[in-house]
């Protein structure tokens, strides 16, 4: 998912530190992680993603092309705010 991020042209790093799901999580809410892409046992089953967006906490579940698409459209907007409002209307 990373190398499909990075396609689409956004900054993406993978944390793949033998911790635990938790644990970096709460790493990526302080050092202010504007959105974190989540994929734990069930989203990998289910083939999608969850976001957390900073300040704002779990988004939702979603494909990771929707999720692309979505921020594809936030990006064009220029919106300097991602919230989990404009994420509940897709």
């Not at 974190?36 to 979603?62: I, N, P, Q, W, Y």
């Not at 999720?67 to 404009?86: C, D, F, G, P």
Request: aromatic share 2%; hydrophobic share 45%.
């Amino acid at each position: 998912m990373e190398a499909r991020l990075l396609a689409a042209g956004f900054r993406a790093t993978l944390d793949s530190r033998n911790e635990k799901l938790g644990a970096k999580i709460r790493n990526g809410e302080m050092e202010k992680v504007p959105a974190l892409l989540v994929v734990g046992e069930k989203e990998r089953a289910a083939g999608t993603v969850s976001l957390r967006l900073h300040g704002s906490g779990d988004a939702g579940s979603r494909p990771i092309d929707a999720l692309i698409a979505e921020m594809n459209e936030v990006a064009a907007s220029r919106a300097t705010t991602w919230t989990a409002a404009k994420t509940a209307a897709h």
